[in-house]
């Protein structure tokens, strides 16, 4: 198990390897394979490669069944109190470069995670949310808190 105080460090060379031992443990696995998401290798070599190309921003959006791995940026990031209690609303504006990949998407889909990494490292994320809109044109999409 791992000890969530301490951060992990690891460089883009060892991207490779991390792929690979993931693909083999569920290749060599006796019978189930439990994950937080649905098929969770799906998309592993798309993002290996990504990732291990020249560093950019990578935006992951992953609903219940679908797994979209693209490079993209944070347009905008904000936060606004609701209630009394401390409660905010999130809303994060993103910019996706693959069009494709984002006209899988719809209007108040559900979203199951949100990561944006730069450089290989995480620096956005976001679970349990919903698109409150898409523009397919010019690739941004929308990302509010439940």
């Known amino acids: 198990m791992l000890d969530a105080k301490k951060s992990i460090v690891f460089n883009n060379a060892d991207l490779e390897n991390i792929f690979y031992l993931n ?4 290749l060599n696995s006796y ?12 998309g592993e070599a ?3 490669k990504l990732l291990s ?7 992951k959006i992953y609903t219940l069944s679908k797994r979209i791995i693209s490079k ?17 609303r999130t809303k994060v504006t993103l910019k996706i470069d693959d069009l494709s990949q984002l ?18 490292v995480s620096i956005r994320g976001m679970r ?3 698109i409150s809109r898409i523009d397919y044109n010019i ?7 439940i």
Request: charged share 25%; proline share 4%; hydrophobic share 35%.
């Open 72 to 88: 993209g940026v944070i347009l905008s990031d904000t936060r606004t109190p609701v209630s009394a209690k401390y409660k905010t």
């Open 46 to 48: 798309q993002l290996s």
């Open 23 to 26: 693909y083999f443990s569920v």
């Open 103 to 120: 006209k899988l998407l719809t209007t108040d889909e559900s979203i199951k995670l949100i990561e944006v990494l730069d450089n290989g």
């Open 139 to 145: 690739g941004s999409i929308v990302i509010e808190s």
């Open 31 to 42: 019978r189930n394979v439990y994950s937080t998401v649905i098929e969770p290798i799906k």
């Open 53 to 59: 190309t020249e560093p950019e921003s990578l935006v």
């Open 128 to 130: 349990n949310c919903r």
